[in-house]
């Protein structure tokens, strides 16, 4: 029996498949499955991955793909296609961000952050609806998890950011993107390494796997498994804190893995890469920010290919960033023991650009309007 038997007859008995869940040679394979040649598959690969396309009915395509398109791809037919509904835009008062509340399917809503810097773009996606990992100055960490996100509404994030780009200015193009967005990608590991083969195939989006980075709030099985698994992508920790207390007080993980077991894991990655990690700091005034901290840092880093990014907090759950001179004093000890330090360029704090912000301000609007009524 073919793979998508009764896939002509108009009517589907399982729910539709996004066509933006397949990769590359499983799309082409079920393809030919049903009749459908290799060149066409490559035709319909590129107008999805490449283009953005979303009315594939209205497409130019030959006869034959034309044909398969129409019998297959639609309501009440075998597939879908992955496009998010804007539910709200916000940008930053200097134009170079621009933060996007996108409804799903199914009625959940994520964000996902376009962000320009000078002479590059960068996208920044969630990988999960709410997160499991509840950290406590994280707006998405208040939230509590929902569900995880399919590879294709993660590919479909990274197509609405190209989209819009090609809006302001056709001559750009999309170089980076960032999973730090809602969620913890490492939490939702098939799906996120699925999304990215995806994003950085060449006959596609095409973004480079070393302007990819992973950003992870510590969960060790899924480091492990990146450097088993030999991915080339960035990876970002998120650390935080400098002692097993302090960490344990601002990232609840942690009293999982703890932080003993994050550094192994993360001398394991750099031993078996020769990758650099990048570890994310961000600084909460009072709480992580003093040179003792910062002293304690250095001694956890000894050993590993570290470069350290200092993030100022987008103020949430009550608590506020650290002043720059802290800031700087803090940067000023890690580079004296030889490690680099930047601080993160801070973008789009007036759009609630922190992960979760947006959503949940939506969320306090929409209580107020329409009583208890959630997105």
């Known amino acids: 029996m073919p793979v998508c038997a009764g896939l002509h007859s108009g009517v589907s008995e399982q729910p539709p498949r996004s066509l933006h869940d397949l990769g590359f040679s499983e799309f082409a394979d079920l393809l030919a499955a049903e009749g459908v040649i290799p ?3 490559k035709v319909l690969w590129r107008a999805l991955h490449r283009d953005g396309v979303l009315d594939l009915a209205g497409q130019e395509f030959l006869p034959p793909l034309k044909r398969w398109v129409a019998a297959s791809v639609g309501p009440g037919k075998a597939f879908s296609l992955d496009a998010p509904a804007v539910v709200d835009e ?3 008062t200097d134009g170079l961000t621009r933060k996007f509340l996108l409804r799903l399917n199914d ?3 994520i964000e996902t952050v376009l962000m320009g810097y000078d002479g590059r773009q960068t996208v920044c996606v969630s990988t999960q609806a709410g997160c499991a990992m509840g950290c406590v100055f994280c707006a998405t960490g208040q939230m509590g998890f929902v569900r995880h996100l399919r590879a294709g509404e993660i590919v479909a994030q990274v197509l609405h950011a190209r989209r819009v780009l090609k809006t302001i200015d056709p001559n750009k193009r999309l170089r980076n993107l960032v999973l730090m967005g809602m969620g913890e990608p490492l939490h939702n590991y098939d799906a996120v390494m699925q999304a990215l083969e995806m994003i950085s195939d060449v006959r596609g989006i095409g973004i480079g796997p070393s302007k990819i980075a992973i950003s992870t709030v510590g969960v060790v099985p899924g480091i492990l498994r990146l450097a088993d698994e030999g991915r080339p992508f960035r990876l970002a920790v998120s650390l935080h804190g400098s002692t097993e207390e302090e960490r344990a007080a ?3 993980a942690s009293k999982r893995w703890s932080l003993a077991l994050l550094m192994d894991a993360c001398r394991k ?6 990758k650099r990690i990048f570890f994310e700091w961000t600084l909460i005034a009072g ?3 003093s040179p003792e901290t910062a002293a304690r840092l250095v001694e956890l880093l000894r050993g590993i290919d570290a470069h350290v990014n200092l993030i100022p907090l987008n103020p949430t759950g009550g608590f506020v960033g650290t002043a720059s001179q802290a800031g700087h004093g803090f940067q000023k000890i890690l580079i004296a023991a030889g490690f680099p330090c930047t601080f993160r360029q801070r973008r789009g704090i007036d759009v609630a650009a922190g992960c979760g912000m947006l959503r949940a301000e ?3 609007k929409s209580a107020q309007s329409q009583g208890s009524h959630e997105l």
Request: aromatic letters at 4%; zero cysteines; a positive charge.
């Open 39 to 41: 060149h066409h598959a």
């Open 269 to 274: 990655y750099g031993e078996t890469t020769g």
């Open 250 to 252: 601002l990232v609840p």
């Open 287 to 289: 709480k992580n920010d």
């Open 107 to 109: 009625g959940q809503v």
């Open 90 to 92: 916000i940008r930053s």
């Open 362 to 364: 939506k969320r306090v």
